[in-house]
């Protein structure tokens, strides 16, 4: 049974996989209180900047339209002029004038054209960079232990009370008769290959047939003389079947964690290579990155890294454009496409991670009413409904969605 987590490092954003009952999650890193605060100040951090931005912008624009205003207020007034005008000289001055002014204002639409795509370029950049932090990780680490943990549990048979009792009795009913019917030899030899006597019983795949045909076996070796013993491995062979089917319908949720796994580790590498053009562009060194911001813990120093960044990426803008008056937009947006589809991809994908969680609300309301599994269902749903409190406060996918779609501005 497989989770997926996404932890941040420095270098970039690493996808771990992990099985509840093979390894254990202490070697990954501890969310704690403290680091939810630290993501908070990054979402303040990014705020900030991105609010800077907006507010120099509408400066910017509120210049361009007064400037604007006041030239076609000029041009009018020419062109009322010179109707009136009798004096050719007169006329042919006031007409270099109006063309003057036409020219001053088509200048400052250009400049206003420069102004937008500074602005979407240096959202770009600030979006980008701080998408790091931002998803980290996609489902948080405290609650996620202890809520698959509890999952393996109820997918072991072996955890429920009487099992092992029943489990020995039946093992020793296998040893002894397995040189008698095949099916037991069958059995024994499988079971006996994943050294589960008293830790775990295989209940899903193809042993199972093997597993129930022993079971089968046993029961029918039992005469009415071991009533209470009959009774006790009749339960206890339902509550195998149970676990089994459990087991079964668990394992269909656990294949979109692997399709979202699969997901995570594509967007990792689109991450990484958007990042390195940005870098490459801006004319920064990866290392330098990761010291300056990445790896920067001071909130300070990483608002006045950012800052600088923002300004380096309008510096790339204005250059642009001068070297290349035609197409100078042309590298820029091809830039700004790739960060908004990368966000917009990560949040669909913790959409589909809070969908993924909430499967496991409609598994357990199959079995928890069930009289042998439903005390295990109900520890199950407490941790479940802390492991979605978590990932709620942490993330709202469809906002995540809608301010990515509205992250650049139109001109």
């Not at 024994?188 to 199972?208: I, K, R, W």
């Not at 149970?242 to 668990?250: A, G, L």
């Not at 294949?255 to 958007?274: K, M, P, T, V």
Request: hydrophobic share 35%; charged share 25%.
């Amino acid at each position: 049974m497989k989770h997926i987590l996404l932890l941040a490092c420095a270098s970039g954003l690493i996808l771990c996989s992990t099985s509840s009952q093979a390894r254990s999650l202490n070697a990954f890193i501890q969310v704690s209180d403290t680091t939810r605060n630290d993501t908070l100040n990054d979402k303040q951090l990014k705020d900030r900047v991105l609010g800077e931005i907006q507010t120099s912008f509408d400066k910017r624009t509120k210049a361009m339209d007064s400037t604007v205003t006041n030239l076609d207020a000029r041009v009018d007034a020419l062109d009322k002029s010179i109707m009136e005008t009798k004096d050719a000289k007169e006329k042919a001055d006031k007409l270099l004038l109006r063309v003057q002014a036409l020219e001053d204002r088509q200048k400052a639409i250009d400049q206003n054209d420069l102004y937008i795509f500074q602005a979407n370029y240096q959202s770009a950049i600030v979006n980008l960079v701080s998408m790091e932090r931002e998803i980290k990780p996609l489902i948080l680490f405290n609650s996620t232990k202890s809520f698959f943990d509890l999952l393996a549990q109820a997918g072991n048979p072996m955890t429920y009370p009487g099992y092992k009792d029943f489990y020995l009795s039946f093992d020793k009913y296998m040893q002894n008769n397995r040189g008698e019917e095949t099916t037991l030899g069958v059995a024994s030899n499988v079971l006996g290959s994943f050294g589960t006597e008293t830790e775990a019983v295989p209940v899903t795949g193809p042993m199972t047939f093997a597993l129930f045909s022993g079971m089968s076996s046993y029961l029918g070796s039992l005469s009415n003389k071991h009533k209470d013993l009959r009774e006790q491995a009749e339960k206890m062979m339902m509550l195998t079947i149970k676990v089994s089917q459990f087991n079964y319908d668990q394992g269909l949720i656990e294949n979109e964690w692997a399709s979202i796994e699969a997901e995570l580790d594509n967007l990792q590498r689109l991450y990484a290579g958007d990042l390195s053009q940005v870098l490459s562009t801006l004319k920064i060194d990866p290392k330098e990155f990761a010291a300056g911001f990445a790896g920067e813990s001071d909130a300070e120093s990483r608002y006045q890294y950012l800052t600088k960044m923002r300004q380096g990426a309008a510096d790339v803008a204005a250059a642009q454009k001068e070297a290349n008056p035609k197409d100078w937009k042309q590298k820029i947006y091809y830039q700004m496409m790739d960060v908004q589809s990368l966000k917009m991809r990560f949040g669909q994908i913790t959409f589909r991670i809070s969908e993924n969680i909430s499967r496991y609300e409609n598994l357990f309301n199959k079995y928890k009413l069930d009289p042998q599994i439903g005390p295990e269902i109900e520890s199950l749903q407490t941790k479940l409904n802390e492991l979605k409190d978590t990932f709620d406060k942490a993330f709202d996918p469809l906002d995540y969605i809608s301010s990515t779609t509205k992250m650049y501005k139109v001109g």
